[in-house]
């Protein structure tokens, strides 16, 4: 179906290149991995046929997120959320605007992928502290910004001890309407608390997860019922990976990328706060098949191409199986991602091993 749409808009695009909707819905029709290069033309001109808009402005980063081109997508976001800002300082002086809470979700996301660490935290604290109650539009966007840029910044980083320590903010906001947006924050706190050792915290993540899913499954809401049990099965993988039960926890972890793989995103996100196949990739390298790692890691980048993390876990997993000319590559491309940055210590392993 998206296919047959796109056909018709690409057909109408050239004779109304100035038509807002036709651009919208031709990136729209074209958000999904193997199609995304198709919706660059209309990308790229979106932002000038409605420059007035916020979503118009942001739009074009659906496209050059799943591109993996994080400049443009920090560029688009940045006036989306600036124009977000602008009017509201009319139409509701003093509120947060939802649009602004949007892009800084997708800002956060580019901001790592390109190791800019520092930006993404000043984002991440402005989140914090927004009033719930002081919000133009309490939508889904905004809850799902809410609850998912800080459960990404920390996994992104791999700060799991700093994940198990996340709590749901703003405490203000209503959170009952948006459970399958809260089920993020507990993902993140159940994957850091057992990957650190807190395996209390991490049980009770998990309990949480299970009651969202329990709770969206009566609501007959499948799509965001099955997000959740991928998080929840992902999670156990790593309560047992902790345990000492290496088997049991490469087959959850195998069964929540496999389910992962069968579904799509939701459109209003810029991906999975981690994607299971990269955790599946993560803990095949801990548990001695980098081999194997590199395949699974090498699967992610086909679909998610350019994160940090996956391009970083991807050469390391090369090295470690002795692949030193895809170690190179990999490497290389991680310091590409990462430009002048100095900000993670990892790229100091990218540079010595480059240098050899």
């Known amino acids: 179906k998206q296919k047959s749409a796109a056909e018709i808009l690409t057909r109408i695009l050239p004779r109304h290149p100035a038509h807002p909707g036709v651009a919208h819905y031709v990136i729209?029709?074209?958000?999904?991995?193997?199609?995304?290069?198709?919706a660059l033309p209309a990308a790229r001109t979106y932002a000038k046929i409605a420059p007035g808009s916020p979503h118009a402005l942001h739009m074009p980063s659906h496209i050059f997120t799943r591109l993996g081109l994080w400049d443009e997508s920090i560029g688009s976001n940045l006036a989306a959320a600036e124009k977000a800002r602008r009017f509201l300082t009319v139409t509701k002086p003093g509120a947060a605007a939802f649009d602004e809470l949007h892009a800084i979700d997708y800002l956060v996301y580019a901001h790592v992928q390109i190791g800019e660490d520092a930006k993404a935290k000043a984002l991440v604290d402005k989140l914090a502290a927004v009033d719930g109650q002081a919000i133009d539009n309490a939508n889904f966007a905004a809850a799902y910004a809410f609850a998912a840029v800080p459960?990404?910044?920390?996994?992104?980083?791999?700060?799991?001890?700093?994940?198990?320590k996340l709590t749901l903010r703003p405490a203000n906001f209503d959170w009952k309407p948006y459970a399958y947006a809260e089920a993020n924050l507990h993902y993140a706190r159940a994957i850091g608390a057992a990957r650190s050792g807190d395996l209390n915290t991490a049980k009770s993540a998990v309990d949480r997860l299970e009651e969202i899913r329990k709770e969206l499954a009566a609501q007959k809401n499948t799509y965001w019922a099955e997000q959740t049990e991928?998080?929840?099965?992902?999670?156990?993988?790593?309560?047992?990976q902790a345990a000492g039960l290496k088997d049991e926890a490469l087959r959850l972890m195998r069964l929540a990328a496999d389910r992962e793989d069968k579904t799509e995103k939701h459109p209003v996100t810029p991906g999975p706060i981690i994607p299971a196949r990269e955790l599946l990739a993560d803990m095949l390298l801990e548990n001695g098949h980098p081999a194997e790692a590199l395949a699974e890691m090498e699967r992610v980048l086909a679909v998610?191409?350019?994160?940090?993390s996956g391009t970083l876990l991807a050469a390391r997993a090369a090295e470690a199986a002795g692949d030193a000319r895809k170690a190179q590559s990999h490497y290389r491309e991680l310091l590409a991602l990462a430009g002048k940055t100095k900000e993670r210590p990892e790229l100091e392993q990218a540079r010595a091993f480059v240098g050899k």
């Not at 459960?151 to 198990?164: G, I, P, Q």
């Not at 998610?304 to 940090?308: A, E, I, K, L, N």
């Open 28 to 38: 729209h029709s074209y958000d999904y991995p193997a199609l995304a290069a198709l």
């Open 151 to 164: 459960a990404r910044y920390t996994l992104e980083r791999r700060k799991w001890a700093d994940a198990a």
């Open 230 to 240: 991928i998080q929840r099965t992902a999670s156990q993988a790593w309560l047992a």
């Open 304 to 308: 998610s191409p350019r994160r940090f």
